[in-house]
């Protein structure tokens, strides 16, 4: 038995926007599975005295000076757009005017 | 049945740093689209965002101000989700160690203060604009706006009322504006408040169903909006309904919210920690650094203003209302006016010629030690309180001196006993009919004869003087 359902996988992958076939959705369902039950074996260790690790790098406060500096020309940050019309990247009409976030 | 409102507000506001939060292109607002662009903010793959120092100083001192703690570690993270606004698919933002959290804001509400729990303020990126006005089925894209710095502010649902909301955004925006962390424009995009709603039996400890009522471009659109989803949700209760949980839009013409989005639908955004950005540590000493610096803030000031210039609450209240206009009467108090006098001459004249002119009292071209000049020429006598107000709409205009435009003008107020009973003599024998009523015991009509001599003086009159020398010459 997975740790993880068929309705798991179908749900992340719409998230992610995917589309899976039957043979997919089974072996993903497998893999991810195994990713679980491998947390599962480090759930085992005590890590009560232990500080959460933020970052994978020890470092901390890099920052940049607040200076406004040279930006792109307008012509080539639109160069490689699929679509756009020298003021703007074009896309497929939104139909839902409210943002994302 | 009775109903109780319990409200929230998620407020975004614009920290107004030069540059965006991760890269160097400019914040400016209005530059054509797609021109304050980089690998950055378009979200290209490979870039490497690096935090702006500026947005870490404002934001804490925002924090401060809003009685927040303030995280010793704190760290960005990614929000997923799939929007044209976002070339990357993921904003960067901050989930569970904001930089700022667990504070509260007093507010005045019908004389009563209430204090409103802050949950959070975090840091993000903005997002890009889309543009929905070009036509033939396609929507555009403007990055300027991708990563411009904002501070999500969260309160607790401590609001209860519409009048509630109106206050903590108003006071909230003065407090921002006094720490020139943000210029709070609603209009340019860099303040926008969503509040979450619900209704619920008095009484009742469990709270109703929430919607979430977004895009309202103004505070007292935040108000009616409130108002009229209360009103709203009660009465889908009443009538047997249930509320749905739901985003709605304002529609500002039909003064209606409309269900915009359905939460059932609405996004996971799978958060997780940003690895290409360091974690952020404000130690205590860079804590101490930014309070310290912190400007006097407005309930301060305001305590203040009655205490040491007497002056009413409403006064003080209205002078504090922004931090250029407390400094214009600090100003002109330390060039030597009367604290009242010169209250009185901002919230009156100066004022009207300030809305007027559609000009803020910092751009004006009185200076606070002009209009202390001019109030001290109607002390000493040289010029009636009346002219003093011609000679304010003179400065006001042309930037001059009050001694100059005096001068050039003759408007030295007359004194000279002589030239003022000649004048007074004159108007006597103009008005035979209200010195009849005078004699005859109607002593109003002093005031109509004191008005003809100052107009005949042509406002140069000293009017206690004339008043002085009317009575003398009409018992005479």
Same mark, same amino acid.
């Given at each position: 038995m997975s740790k993880i359902t068929r309705e798991q996988v179908e749900y992340v992958a719409g998230l992610a926007q995917l589309e899976l076939d039957d043979a997919a959705k089974a072996r993903l369902q497998q893999e991810m599975g195994e990713i679980l039950s491998y947390m599962d074996k480090l759930n085992e260790l005590d890590t009560s005295n232990v500080e959460p690790m933020m970052h994978a790098m020890e470092m901390t406060n890099v920052f940049r000076e607040d200076c406004a500096g040279e930006s792109l020309a307008r012509e080539a940050a639109l160069r490689d757009a699929p679509q756009q019309d020298g003021e703007y990247f074009i896309v497929p009409k939104i139909l839902d005017t409210e943002g994302g976030a | 049945m009775e109903y109780e409102a319990v409200i929230g507000m998620e407020v975004h506001v614009e920290i107004n740093t030069h540059s965006k939060i991760f890269c160097a292109c400019s914040t400016a607002f209005n530059a054509p689209?797609?021109?304050n662009v980089c690998p950055i903010c378009l979200?290209?793959?490979?870039?490497?965002?690096?935090?702006n120092r500026e947005m870490v100083n404002k934001s804490v001192a925002a924090g401060l101000a809003l009685n927040c703690t303030i995280s010793r570690w704190s760290k960005m993270d990614r929000k997923n989700y799939f929007y044209p606004d976002m070339a990357k698919n993921y904003q960067i933002s901050q989930y569970d160690l904001p930089l700022c959290y667990k504070g509260r804001l007093? @507010?005045?509400?019908?004389? =009563?203060?209430?204090? @409103?729990? @802050?949950?959070r303020a975090h840091m993000e990126e903005d997002t890009a604009r889309n543009t929905h006005t070009l036509g033939g089925g396609i929507s555009g894209v403007d990055f300027?706006?991708?990563?411009? &710095?904002?501070?999500e502010i969260v309160t607790e649902p401590d609001l209860r009322s519409a009048q509630d909301a109106y206050a903590y955004l108003t006071t909230l925006k003065q407090i921002l504006q006094y720490l020139d962390v943000s210029d709070c424009n609603m209009e340019e995009g860099s303040l926008r408040a969503e509040a979450n709603i619900s209704v619920h039996p008095k009484g009742s400890k469990e709270f109703g169903t929430k919607t979430e009522v977004k895009n309202v471009a103004s505070f007292s659109g935040v108000a009616k909006a409130i108002e009229f989803e209360i009103a709203r949700q009660i009465e889908v209760l009443e009538s047997g309904g249930k509320i749905s949980q739901e985003t709605r839009g304002w529609d500002a013409n039909r003064g209606i919210t409309f269900s915009q989005r359905s939460k059932e639908s609405a996004h996971d955004y799978r958060y997780f920690p940003e690895p290409d950005l360091m974690p952020i540590v404000v130690d205590e000493a860079w804590e101490q650094r930014i309070?310290? /610096?912190?400007?006097?803030? &407005?309930?301060?000031?305001k305590r203040r203003f009655k205490e040491q210039y007497g002056l009413s609450d409403y006064d003080a209240t209205v002078l504090t209302s922004t931090r250029a206009m407390a400094d214009y009467l600090e100003a002109a108090v330390q060039a030597g006016a009367d604290a009242k006098k010169a209250a009185n001459w901002i919230m009156g004249d100066l004022q009207a010629l300030l809305t007027d002119a559609k000009q803020e009292i910092q751009e004006c071209k009185v200076p606070p030690a002009g209009l202390a000049e001019m109030i001290q020429l109607i002390e000493s006598g040289t010029i009636s309180g009346k002219i003093g107000k011609d000679v304010l709409v003179e400065m006001f205009a042309s930037g001059k001196g009050p001694k100059a435009i005096v001068e050039e003008k003759g408007l030295v107020q007359i004194t000279d006993e002589g030239a003022l009973v000649a004048i007074v003599r004159k108007v006597l024998a103009d008005n035979p009919q209200q010195v009849e009523q005078f004699k005859a015991g109607k002593?109003?009509? @002093?005031?109509?004869?004191?008005? =003809?001599?100052?107009?005949? /003086?042509?406002?140069?009159?000293?009017p206690e003087k004339v008043n002085e020398i009317l009575r003398k010459e009409l018992s005479a």
């Amino acid at each position: 038995m997975s740790k993880i359902t068929r309705e798991q996988v179908e749900y992340v992958a719409g998230l992610a926007q995917l589309e899976l076939d039957d043979a997919a959705k089974a072996r993903l369902q497998q893999e991810m599975g195994e990713i679980l039950s491998y947390m599962d074996k480090l759930n085992e260790l005590d890590t009560s005295n232990v500080e959460p690790m933020m970052h994978a790098m020890e470092m901390t406060n890099v920052f940049r000076e607040d200076c406004a500096g040279e930006s792109l020309a307008r012509e080539a940050a639109l160069r490689d757009a699929p679509q756009q019309d020298g003021e703007y990247f074009i896309v497929p009409k939104i139909l839902d005017t409210e943002g994302g976030a | 049945m009775e109903y109780e409102a319990v409200i929230g507000m998620e407020v975004h506001v614009e920290i107004n740093t030069h540059s965006k939060i991760f890269c160097a292109c400019s914040t400016a607002f209005n530059a054509p689209a797609n021109t304050n662009v980089c690998p950055i903010c378009l979200g290209m793959p490979g870039v490497l965002p690096v935090l702006n120092r500026e947005m870490v100083n404002k934001s804490v001192a925002a924090g401060l101000a809003l009685n927040c703690t303030i995280s010793r570690w704190s760290k960005m993270d990614r929000k997923n989700y799939f929007y044209p606004d976002m070339a990357k698919n993921y904003q960067i933002s901050q989930y569970d160690l904001p930089l700022c959290y667990k504070g509260r804001l007093d @507010i005045e509400v019908d004389g =009563q203060v209430k204090s @409103i729990g @802050i949950t959070r303020a975090h840091m993000e990126e903005d997002t890009a604009r889309n543009t929905h006005t070009l036509g033939g089925g396609i929507s555009g894209v403007d990055f300027n706006r991708s990563g411009v &710095p904002l501070l999500e502010i969260v309160t607790e649902p401590d609001l209860r009322s519409a009048q509630d909301a109106y206050a903590y955004l108003t006071t909230l925006k003065q407090i921002l504006q006094y720490l020139d962390v943000s210029d709070c424009n609603m209009e340019e995009g860099s303040l926008r408040a969503e509040a979450n709603i619900s209704v619920h039996p008095k009484g009742s400890k469990e709270f109703g169903t929430k919607t979430e009522v977004k895009n309202v471009a103004s505070f007292s659109g935040v108000a009616k909006a409130i108002e009229f989803e209360i009103a709203r949700q009660i009465e889908v209760l009443e009538s047997g309904g249930k509320i749905s949980q739901e985003t709605r839009g304002w529609d500002a013409n039909r003064g209606i919210t409309f269900s915009q989005r359905s939460k059932e639908s609405a996004h996971d955004y799978r958060y997780f920690p940003e690895p290409d950005l360091m974690p952020i540590v404000v130690d205590e000493a860079w804590e101490q650094r930014i309070r310290k /610096s912190l400007p006097e803030l &407005p309930l301060a000031k305001k305590r203040r203003f009655k205490e040491q210039y007497g002056l009413s609450d409403y006064d003080a209240t209205v002078l504090t209302s922004t931090r250029a206009m407390a400094d214009y009467l600090e100003a002109a108090v330390q060039a030597g006016a009367d604290a009242k006098k010169a209250a009185n001459w901002i919230m009156g004249d100066l004022q009207a010629l300030l809305t007027d002119a559609k000009q803020e009292i910092q751009e004006c071209k009185v200076p606070p030690a002009g209009l202390a000049e001019m109030i001290q020429l109607i002390e000493s006598g040289t010029i009636s309180g009346k002219i003093g107000k011609d000679v304010l709409v003179e400065m006001f205009a042309s930037g001059k001196g009050p001694k100059a435009i005096v001068e050039e003008k003759g408007l030295v107020q007359i004194t000279d006993e002589g030239a003022l009973v000649a004048i007074v003599r004159k108007v006597l024998a103009d008005n035979p009919q209200q010195v009849e009523q005078f004699k005859a015991g109607k002593d109003r009509v @002093i005031g109509f004869l004191v008005g =003809q001599v100052m107009k005949a /003086s042509r406002g140069k009159a000293n009017p206690e003087k004339v008043n002085e020398i009317l009575r003398k010459e009409l018992s005479a």
